[in-house]
């Protein structure tokens, strides 16, 4: 590996070697293919837990998608490039070494945890898989980086429900306290609303800790709720198509909404639907870790970004995705469901998102027309919905 980070990085346009763990996902095969198109070596792990857990809740992706020696396959034959590829689990301290040794990676970008809300709450076994895969697995990758690739930059997907919904405005990682007389600049309050969110607390944690105690670089991006299903690269070929899901489970809201209005089913609001999140589409997801990697922190720096685009209620969607159908030709109607999370229905929301911007993000706001196209795309797809697995179901209290 070159020995100088600030010299390795002025490189970066003819290439660096960039690691996407989780490289079989939603967002990292996507992700996986960008880099790769845009010149830098790619190397993919992953323990494909994401299709076994569809398999396990009865669902499956819209898109038929094609496993990942067969994408990659397709990806040489359509663009003439190489992407590698590892099997095996982030929680295998053996195998994130070799793959840290195999690849000597000048970016990790770290995707691969289980994503899930609703998964992460479906009973106890559930819980304790959701904390044990994505902690322990997080915390493997921070010591590989930190004894096998130690200049390397660790870009850590997080989410911005680590934050809540608190009733004060929610900055980017840090606030600035005057507390008793003195001030100090501290991690910004976490009210996460589900073990999943809570694991990725705990990794911000760790991953903060790794960078004040060991001198690691890492970016933790706090990521909004993505939409969307085609990138320029899934769009060259459809058996680059990366997976779509619309299950209660795996599904998230505008996803989900957008298959329902296709399939004539009720669209779930859950409860008063005031709901409010941060939103993106799956383009600006790249174009945020592209600008990340593009433009490392120096050494023993933990920086948070807030990565969305847009705020949305569940509401604001609901109306968005029945308008657009209606224009289709399509009779949508909107359900208002048991809210089966504990969460605020109604309240305060108002996160700051300026420092991808900053780094030169042009956010693909969500128009009509994005919604459009993306519906005309599941309507390609539409014999394959299954209805079974859309109703919510996962209770946050089973005992309501
Ligand atoms: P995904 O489940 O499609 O992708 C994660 C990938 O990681 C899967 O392919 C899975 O098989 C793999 N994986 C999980 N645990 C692993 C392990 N122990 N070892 C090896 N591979 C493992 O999910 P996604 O929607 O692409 O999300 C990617 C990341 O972004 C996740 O960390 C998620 O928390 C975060 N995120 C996603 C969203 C969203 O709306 N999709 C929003 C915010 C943050
Ligand atoms: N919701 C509905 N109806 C539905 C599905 C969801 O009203 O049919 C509501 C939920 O109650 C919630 C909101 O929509 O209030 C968002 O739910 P979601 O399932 O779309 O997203 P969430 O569970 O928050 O998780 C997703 C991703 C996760 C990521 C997170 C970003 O699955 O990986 O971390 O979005 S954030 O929400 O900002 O924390």
Redesign the pocket.
Known sequence: MRSDCRSRFAFILRGVRVLV????????WPTAMSFSAAGHDVAV???????AMSIELGASSLTPIQNLKERIAAWKEVSGRDIISFF????DPQFVDDIFRATTPDAVI??????SAPYSMIDRRHALETQR?NVL?NLNVLFAVRDLAPEAHLVK????GEYGTPNIDIEEGFIDIEHKGRKDTLPFPKLPGSIYHLS?VHDSHNVHFACRVWGLRATDLN????YGIRTPETDLDERLCT?FDYDEVLG?VLNRFCVQAVVGYPLTVYGKGGQTRGFLNIIDTIQCVRLTVENPPAAGDYRVFNQFTEQFSVNDLALMVRRVAECMAINVTVDSVIDPRIEAEDHYYNPAHTKLVELGLEPHPLTDDVVAHLMETIQRYKDRILLGPIAPRTKWDPRN
């Open positions: 763990l989780g490289g079989d996902g939603y967002l990292g792990a992953d323990n494909f837990s994401r299709r095996g689990d982030l929680t770290h995707y691969g945890e289980q994503p895969n697995g997907l997080g989410t911005m990725k990521q909004g709720v993505v997976r998230t």
